[in-house]
């Protein structure tokens, strides 16, 4: 079982910076694709980065340019570094992960809790 705890949320003015982690634990076999989502009120969780075990990167349009997604395989943990924050930004985030218990194909995908990002002045 992969356990995923998030931190470094929280209230941000316009234009300002955030960096979210993610630590992964747990007995597992392989930590694979892993990615941040976020979900704002009244709205469907969107994904807003993702990142492979080989750390080839993607982003949704509306952060490209300003969020980096990376990660430390050697710590198991996923980061999001978040600028030039806008109140559209504002959501829970959370961090999401693939993995595998065993060397079989299947893959399981875990949830972290989320954390709130506010961007407000």
């Known amino acids: 079982q992969l356990q995923l705890v998030e931190s470094g949320g929280g209230l941000v003015q316009p234009g300002g910076s955030l960096r979210l982690s993610c630590a992964a634990s747990g007995t597992i076999f392989s930590l694979n694709d892993m990615g941040w989502y976020r979900q704002a009120p009244g709205q469907q969780r969107e994904l807003v980065a993702s990142?492979?075990?080989?750390?080839?990167?993607k982003y949704v349009d509306s952060v490209k340019g300003r969020f980096t997604i990376t990660r430390d395989n050697a710590k198991n943990t996923l980061y999001l570094q978040m600028n030039s924050l806008k109140p559209e930004d504002t959501a829970v985030y959370y961090c999401?992960?693939?993995?595998?218990?065993?060397?079989?194909?299947?893959?399981?995908?875990?949830w972290g809790q989320g954390t709130q990002v506010t961007v407000s002045s």
């Open positions: 990142i492979t075990s080989g750390s080839g990167t």
């Open positions: 999401n992960a693939r993995y595998r218990r065993n060397p079989s194909v299947v893959e399981f995908i875990a």
